[in-house]
């Protein structure tokens, strides 16, 4: 930028047109396409270098000119909607003292030395709307677009739940109602989650996402995002019923739209700085953005005396928040294990102030993320803060980059057990696979195991094992199993002994009775044989939920027959499953092949036995926990398979008559063991007979 007092004629005019086309790119990326790529002072200062540059030479003013224009154009897709009134804009101050100018310039104008009434208003950081209701019905939508022309949105609007569709009885009948669509911060942050796990691009500020999804030509996924709004002010009025606009706050309400609380009225500048600089402080608080505060003449008839300049009104002004963005450096790139082994990119920055609050670190989102923007440590970024919404790094300053600076790489092993990283198909996420034994998700990894459909076990809830993990009593599952024989003797002792004993005396640190403890003793005992489908679950194996777990034990049978299968890596068996995916399948074919889970569940097993699974249908089957003895020549089948059939359907085979035997079933020449079955009283079934019996079933 040059100085404004230095340029000649020539230099000004081309400057001017420089700077048309170059705020025209801006506004068109920032409006039509919901993805500026100049940071909010950045924009600033083009448009306030535009406005010195006319002021020192108003002859040449383009028609074109950046100041002449409010929003942007008309996105063609969508229908247009003219305002019966301009949706007009305000002017932007950035100091007590302009706001001062701003009010000597209304007294000025009025004429008078008498303190004016002020509303001031949050000036909520979203997409204005206008709602038009004719006989109370709410009949269209328009956003702002130019000021002139906006596009439609009335299916849209008609999605977001706050928006009163009909009106009560007595109101104008024609009436604009007109306001701010937002998105609460949280519902930005859930959004941008969702997003990210489809792999997609994240929205970059609250703003953008509630034009992202207000401006969707398919209403359903308007429906599908959380929108609020707030109304404020008021177009096309047949008859108007309110002389100021704290009055029309009321009709407001009465009439069902949402109306900001933290509106005030002031008396004084002195109430206006005063309210400024409280809601500076209660900003970041607050559940959605506000990027600073509006401040309009009260009464409507001095409105009305004020009228307006070009495009903004004489009665009111917005007076902004200091920008939160600043520039710093990325010391390094970090990747943090979350609770659920998902790994996330994260900036070390040099620390930073943004509007007065330290930044020090921000996130990264994702690979995709860091290519896509090519951040690099040493970089030197532009970090934004919104509200108490996660520091971003909005863009890289490659100007400022070293010529020995190299991409970023994404690690593929989990920094904080080193188990192999992998990356899901499909989406931008990385996860570690250390699952069962990886420090930064053991705790979320017992917590999962002793959950209800996993071991379940009385006593051990998540509150007392999230205390035993925090204490270093139960680090991992397997110490579950060796609690009592650590606790140490329960005898009483006086503390000196206890002191000296290397037991963890639960009973003493806790202050559980004896009987307490005792309880949940034999409640962990009472989970050493455990079912198949939910020691599955337990592992906790990437995305194995409890229905899954169901799947594989009745599959699969036994835990051996799964773990060897994985181990073999088949895959294609996993596959041919109903409900179990190729990712799936990758997933657990590489959980059972990491060394540290199979160390995990070999421990396990030494503690806990894992029954094989017992089909429902298997229960009510004739043969269900029967012990059966065959004998004799089968024909029908051989003596291995009739093995597997009377195992399948939940009997014990047993090689030898006893008293215990329940059923014998006999082949041809048959010999001793029948002539024992009879004597015994024991039932005799012929081959034909038994493959009668297990049919009927
Ligand atoms: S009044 C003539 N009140 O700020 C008055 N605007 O820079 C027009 N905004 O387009 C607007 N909160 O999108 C008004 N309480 C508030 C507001 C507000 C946010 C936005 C609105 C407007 C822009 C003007």
Partial sequence: MIDVDKLTQQQAESELKRLAEEIAKADNAYYQNDAPYLTDAEYDDLKHY????????????????????????????FNKIEHRFPMLSLGDVFSIEEVADFVTSVKRFLNTADDIDFMAEPKIDGLSFSARYENGKFV?????????????????????????????????????????????????LALNERTLQQGKKPFANPRNAAAGSLRQLDPRITAERKLSLWAYTWGEVSAPQWRTQGEFFQKLQEWGFPV?????????LR??????????????GLPYDIDGIVYKVNSIALQERLGFLTRTPRWAIAHKFPAQQALTRINDIRIQVGRTGALTPVADLEPVNVGGVIVSHATLHNEDEIRRKDFRIGDMVVIQRAGDVIPQVVEVKKEYRSATSEPFVFPTKCPECG????????????????????????????RHFVSKEAFDIAGLGITVIEEFFDDGTIKNPVDIFTLEERNGSMEERDLFSVADDKGLHIEKRYGWGKVLLNRLFRAIDERRIISLPRFIFALGIPRVGAATAQMLAKHYGSFDALQNDMINKETAKLVAIDGIGAVMAQDMVEFFGEEHNQKVIADLRQYVTVEDYVDDAINNSPLSGKIIVFTGTLEQMTRAE??????????KVAGSVSSHTDLVVVGADAGSKAKKAAELGIKILAETEFLQMI???
């Fill in 260 to 268: 900001n609380p933290l509106n005030k009225m002031c008396h004084s």
């Fill in 419 to 446: 188990a192999h990283a992998m990356r899901e198909e499909g989406t931008a996420a990385w996860y570690c696979t250390g699952g069962l034994t990886c420090p930064a998700q053991a705790k979320e990894h017992l």
């Fill in 695 to 697: 049919e009927q079933k």
């Fill in 50 to 77: 535009n406005a010195a540059i006319e002021e020192k030479f108003p002859q040449l003013v383009r028609k074109d000119s950046p100041s002449l224009r409010v929003g942007a154009k008309v996105q063609s897709k």
């Fill in 140 to 188: 269209s939508g328009a956003t702002r677009g130019d000021g002139i022309v906006g596009e439609d949105i009335t299916a849209n609007l008609r999605t977001i739940p706050q928006l009163p569709l009909q009106l009560p009885s007595g109101v104008p009948e024609i009436l604009e109602i007109r306001g701010e669509v937002y998105m609460a911060k949280r519902d930005f």
């Fill in 271 to 284: 109430d206006m700085e005063e309210n400024f600089a409280q809601m500076a402080v209660n900003r970041a």
């Fill in 642 to 651: 009739a093995k597997a059939l009377a195992q399948k359907l939940g009997a």
